[in-house]
Nanobody, 114 residues
Framework: QVQLAESGGGLVQPGGSLRLSCAAS????????AGWYRQAPGKQREVVAQ????????YGDSVKGRFTISRDNAAKNTVWLKMNNLKPEDTAVYYC???????WGQGTQVTVSS
């Protein structure tokens, strides 16, 4: 059974940075395709970034140029999301997802506020 655990969320001022991590267990094949999604209060869950097993990445329009998704080459079960130049509208719960499966993490809160 695949389990995903996010960490790294918190409170940050506008313009600041955070790095989220998603540690996976129970995944049979590596590298694995992963996605970061977020959901703000009263809004639908939206895709933030995805990384596929061939290394290809894609991003939501609102985060292009500010966020970077990557895979830990040493610990291949970990996927990172580096978030730079954070804005108040980035405030949301961020979730990790194993693409093509029903596996989701429990989410980590990111709050951008002065």
């Amino acid at each position: 059974q695949v389990q995903l655990a996010e960490s790294g969320g918190g409170l940050v001022q506008p313009g600041g940075s955070l790095r989220l991590s998603c540690a996976a267990s129970g995944i049979a094949f590596s590298p694995w395709s992963a996605g970061w999604y977020r959901q703000a209060p009263g809004k639908q869950r939206e895709v933030v970034a995805q990384i596929f097993d061939d290394g290809h990445t894609q991003y939501g329009d609102s985060v292009k140029g500010r966020f970077t998704i990557s895979r830990d080459n040493a610990a291949k079960n970990t996927v990172w999301l580096k978030m730079n130049n954070l804005k108040p509208e980035d405030t949301a719960v961020y979730y990790c997802h194993h693409l093509g499966t029903y596996a989701w993490g429990q989410g980590t809160q990111v709050t951008v506020s002065s």
